[in-house]
């Protein structure tokens, strides 16, 4: 269905010229439209301008049936791109959470066989229909909460079969749902028990089996390691990554979580299409990923769950870098895919400005899963997936009301989402 929406508060982060990012100064520099509308055709945006401009006649001389939305008062942006999660998992880990307030650390959790071998054995143990409805009803949320563009990953499985059933849950949800989807290949995600003698086994096992195995059957985009400390050393991680650019996947790492682990210069090395996590950032590291055309991604959400330092976001703007914000969302460290407090976050404890903060949630997370050419910008001919506010006095209003819902209607491919239950 066609779509006009008019009399919009303001119209945000829109483009004429696209750009694949916003990095270091100009994440504060938000083009936007006072006053305007938006048209979409196709399930595209067509076009957008002032409510008093010329174009709008034409448009509505031309297509007399058109379908109006008034937006008064709100304002509209870009859906929300979500580029690092783990939202296809089982079951949950709130017993896990209890222990962390009782004082333990995520690592002496992981160290005792919990974390994430606890996912993975109750995900081993799940059919896979079970997983896709408990994995669908997540992004079914997360749709509601304005994203309208996810990465997933897989990391839950450990084992050949469990890991393919994990990326075949994440096809399947990118078939039946309108959401767009890119799967990233998590194998080394941690050790399993059995090989925890000898870890390089279990590498051999992700570079000779499952590797070959996930590209044979096309399940996925992306190949991702956990490289840091007490997880897979650089070695180990440049074998993995080698062996996925090999079958065709392009890396996309978990580095510099728990510590300096080298992964972010691990990530550059490769060619990575963003490195995540980076609460331990330094000099060297944002050298390395200046002019790298590596998206530095920040999760805020982990940080926040596991009482764990944050990153230096506005030391890497002030260095002239691009930040994004995903959520994370996983059963571990972040069970939250609500983007609209990972704003929240980047604002409070990133102390990212607002107008930072929407391009680091929408174009630069777009870049971070290679989607930018399509999503993250109100630009003519991007992907019409957009997100319509409640009544709010602006921009900063929606980071600062974070337990409010504010998002008002959610538009996917040009159409409307209908409310959730
Ligand atoms: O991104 N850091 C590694 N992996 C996830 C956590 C996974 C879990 O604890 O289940 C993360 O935070
Ligand atoms: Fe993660």
């Known amino acids: 269905m066609d779509l006009l929406i008019t009399n919009i508060k303001s119209l945000l982060l829109t483009?004429?010229?696209?750009?694949?990012?916003?990095?270091?100064?100009?994440?504060?520099?938000?083009?936007?439209?006072?006053?305007?509308?938006?048209?979409?055709?196709?399930?595209?945006?067509?076009?957008?301008?002032?409510?008093?401009?010329?174009?709008l006649a034409g448009i509505q001389r031309s297509k007399p049936g058109l379908h109006k939305i008034p937006a008064e008062g709100k304002l509209v942006m870009p859906a929300f791109c979500d580029s690092h999660t783990h939202l296809v998992y089982a079951g949950s880990r709130e017993?896990?959470?209890?222990?962390?307030?009782?004082?333990?650390?995520?690592?002496?959790?992981?160290?005792?066989?919990?974390?994430?071998?606890?996912s993975a054995a109750l995900l081993q143990s799940t059919p896979e229909e079970e997983l896709y409805q408990q994995s669908l009803s997540r992004v079914l949320e997360i749709m509601q909460l304005g994203t309208?563009?996810?990465?997933?990953?897989?990391?839950?499985?450990?084992?050949?079969?469990?890991?393919?059933?994990?990326?075949r849950v994440i096809r399947r949800l990118r078939e039946t749902t309108p959401i767009d989807i890119k799967a990233t290949f998590l194998g080394a995600h941690s050790f399993p028990l059995a090989y925890r003698e000898d870890p390089d086994r279990y590498v051999d096992l992700v570079v000779e089996e499952m590797i070959p195995a996930v590209a044979e059957a096309g399940l996925a985009?992306?190949?991702?390691?956990?490289?840091?400390?007490?997880?897979?050393?650089?070695?180990?991680?440049?074998?993995?990554?080698?062996?996925?650019?090999?079958?065709?996947?392009?890396?996309?790492?978990?580095?510099?979580?728990?510590?300096f682990s080298g992964g972010i210069q691990t990530g550059v090395k490769y060619r990575a299409q963003s490195v995540d996590h980076l609460e331990f950032t330094g000099d060297e590291e944002i050298q390395c990923l200046l002019d790298s055309g590596t998206m530095p991604?920040?999760?805020?959400?982990?940080?926040?769950?596991?009482?764990?330092?944050?990153?230096?976001?506005?030391?890497?703007?002030?260095?002239?870098?691009?930040?994004?914000?995903?959520?994370?969302?996983?059963?571990?460290?972040?069970p939250s895919g609500d983007?609209?407090?990972?704003?929240?976050?980047?604002?409070?404890?990133?102390?990212?400005?607002?107008?930072?903060?929407?391009?680091?949630?929408?174009?630069?997370?777009?870049?971070?899963?290679?989607?930018?050419?399509?999503?993250?910008?109100?630009?003519?001919?991007?992907?019409?997936?957009?997100?319509?506010?409640?009544?709010?006095?602006?921009?900063?209003?929606?980071?600062?009301?974070?337990?409010?819902?504010?998002?008002?209607?959610?538009?996917?491919?040009?159409?409307?989402?209908?409310?959730?239950?």
């Open 15 to 55: 483009e004429t010229e696209p750009r694949p990012y916003a990095a270091g100064n100009h994440m504060a520099e938000l083009s936007s439209v006072e006053n305007a509308w938006l048209y979409i055709a196709g399930g595209k945006i067509a076009g957008f301008g002032v409510m008093d401009g010329p174009e």
């Open 95 to 118: 017993l896990e959470y209890m222990d962390k307030i009782r004082g333990l650390s995520y690592e002496e959790i992981a160290k005792r066989g919990g974390g994430i071998l606890n």
């Open 148 to 167: 309208g563009a996810v990465e997933i990953k897989s990391g839950y499985g450990l084992s050949t079969e469990a890991e393919l059933k994990m990326l």
């Open 221 to 259: 985009d992306f190949i991702d390691v956990f490289c840091d400390r007490g997880f897979f050393t650089v070695p180990q991680t440049e074998r993995i990554l080698e062996a996925g650019i090999t079958n065709g996947l392009k890396p996309k790492i978990h580095a510099n979580e728990l510590d």
């Open 297 to 334: 991604t920040l999760l805020p959400g982990a940080s926040f769950f596991l009482g764990l330092k944050y990153a230096p976001a506005r030391k890497m703007m002030e260095a002239g870098l691009p930040v994004a914000l995903a959520s994370d969302f996983n059963p571990g460290s972040s």
């Open 339 to 421: 983007m609209k407090f990972i704003m929240s976050l980047g604002c409070i404890q990133l102390r990212m400005l607002p107008e930072e903060v929407l391009h680091a949630v929408t174009i630069n997370t777009a870049y971070a899963m290679g989607l930018q050419e399509t999503h993250g910008t109100i630009c003519r001919g991007k992907k019409a997936n957009v997100i319509i506010t409640r009544d709010v006095p602006g921009l900063a209003y929606l980071p600062y009301a974070y337990g409010s819902d504010l998002i008002d209607t959610v538009i996917l491919g040009g159409e409307i989402l209908s409310p959730g239950p």
